[in-house]
């Protein structure tokens, strides 16, 4: 069975410029998460999705980052304009729900550089 | 002062030893409390989860919590190679998955 697939895996932009991340989780879940790791750090919590409806975004910079998740399956996560402070790790999970005893799996992230 | 704090490492270790992992917390909310490893460049892997206090096993693996003390602890007996990869202490209020506040990761090698 496929795991969480994210792509793309690198990506290079210029600050200013948009970019934009997406996420395919593991098929049924409907739970899924927006995570990002700084270097060095561990991830934080970005936004997360019940099936369509984003139930928790309070660490999501509104004033430049939107995500959307259509049909409750494939997520995409966006950026516009980037800033060099961008630069990290953007990792995907996706888990079964958010009730006890599920775990959440996490896809191999999108390492984005901002130059 | 960051809600999780995790021994930052990182630690160098020779096969077969004992290797204790540590984080300590400040929200006494947290009721589940993990552990995830990541390999480099991968994404995390949860290795194991513990609802409140106690130890649990796994293997080679042993999670213990003090709640009382806001300390848990990762212990890998007879360490591999294989168990070479960055360790990530996770908490969360009411689910293993969820929003999880992480550790900012304790890097292992293990040395044949």
């Known amino acids: 069975e496929a795991g969480v697939v994210q792509s793309p895996r690198y990506k290079i932009i210029e600050k200013k410029q948009p970019v934009a991340f997406w996420c395919n989780p593991i098929?049924?879940?409907?739970?899924l998460y927006w995570y990002r790791q700084n270097l060095g750090q561990g991830p934080e919590l970005l936004i997360r999705?019940?099936?369509?409806?984003?139930?928790?975004d309070s660490q999501l910079p509104k004033d430049r980052f939107s995500a959307e998740r259509l049909k409750g399956v494939d997520s995409t996560l966006k950026i516009q304009p980037a800033e060099l402070g961008d630069s990290a790790v953007y990792l995907c999970?996706?888990?079964?729900?958010?009730?006890?005893?599920?775990?959440?799996?996490f896809g191999q992230g999108t390492r984005l550089t901002v130059v | 002062q960051k809600e999780v704090e995790q021994d930052p490492g990182p630690l160098s270790v020779p096969e077969g030893a004992i290797v204790s992992l540590n984080c300590t917390y400040s929200?006494?909310?947290?009721?589940?409390f993990m552990w995830y490893r990541q390999y480099s460049r991968k994404g995390p892997e949860l290795l194991m989860y513990?609802?409140?206090?106690g130890n649990k096993e796994d293997g080679r693996f042993t999670a213990q919590v003090d709640k009382s003390s806001k300390y848990i602890s990762l212990f890998i007996r007879d360490s591999q190679p294989s168990d070479s990869a960055t360790y990530l202490c996770?908490?969360?209020?009411?689910?293993?998955?969820?929003?999880?506040?992480f550790g900012d990761g304790t890097t292992l090698t293990v040395k044949p």
């Open positions: 999705y019940e099936n369509e409806e984003a139930v928790d």
């Open positions: 929200n006494s909310a947290f009721q589940y």
């Open positions: 999970a996706s888990s079964l729900g958010s009730i006890p005893n599920t775990e959440a799996f």
């Open positions: 513990t609802y409140s206090s």
């Open positions: 098929s049924g879940h409907n739970t």
């Open positions: 996770a908490m969360s209020y009411n689910t293993n998955a969820g929003k999880s506040t």
